[in-house]
């Protein structure tokens, strides 16, 4: 069982930058594929980003693409989401999680991903 604390998030201007870390206690961190989810107010989870478990391959949800990077660093079992040019649509809670079911495809569903932790709220607002 892989047990996540997410740190990072505030309150920050359009245009501004935050880095999200995900520190994840547990020997088996690396075995998982990991994945960023945001959700908004009155909105359900949404896909943000996810990493295999190598670190070698990444993808984004279109809204986010060329703005966000996600990135791990399994030696320190933690997942980093850098998000630049942040936009007020981008204002929810982030979670990370790792991939525990349908391990042979990359998935951005939700239900695929579990283990979540408490979240970090972003808040971008001028």
């Known amino acids: 069982q892989v047990q996540l604390v997410e740190s990072g998030g505030g309150l920050v201007q359009p245009g501004d930058s935050l880095r999200l870390s995900c520190a994840a206690s547990?020997?088996?961190?690396?075995?998982?594929?990991m994945g960023w989810f945001r959700q908004a107010p009155g909105k359900e989870r949404e896909f943000v980003a996810t990493?295999?478990?190598?670190?070698?391959?990444?993808y984004y949800a279109d809204s986010v693409k060329g703005r966000f990077t996600i990135s791990r660093d399994n030696a320190k079992n933690t997942v980093y989401l850098q998000m630049n040019s942040l936009k007020p649509e981008d204002t929810a809670v982030y979670y990370c999680a790792p991939q525990l079911l349908r391990l042979w495809v990359i998935s951005f569903t939700v239900s695929d991903f579990g283990s979540w932790g408490q979240g970090t709220q972003v808040t971008v607002s001028s």
């Open positions: 547990g020997r088996t961190f690396s075995s998982y594929p």
């Open positions: 990493i295999t478990r190598s670190g070698d391959n990444t």
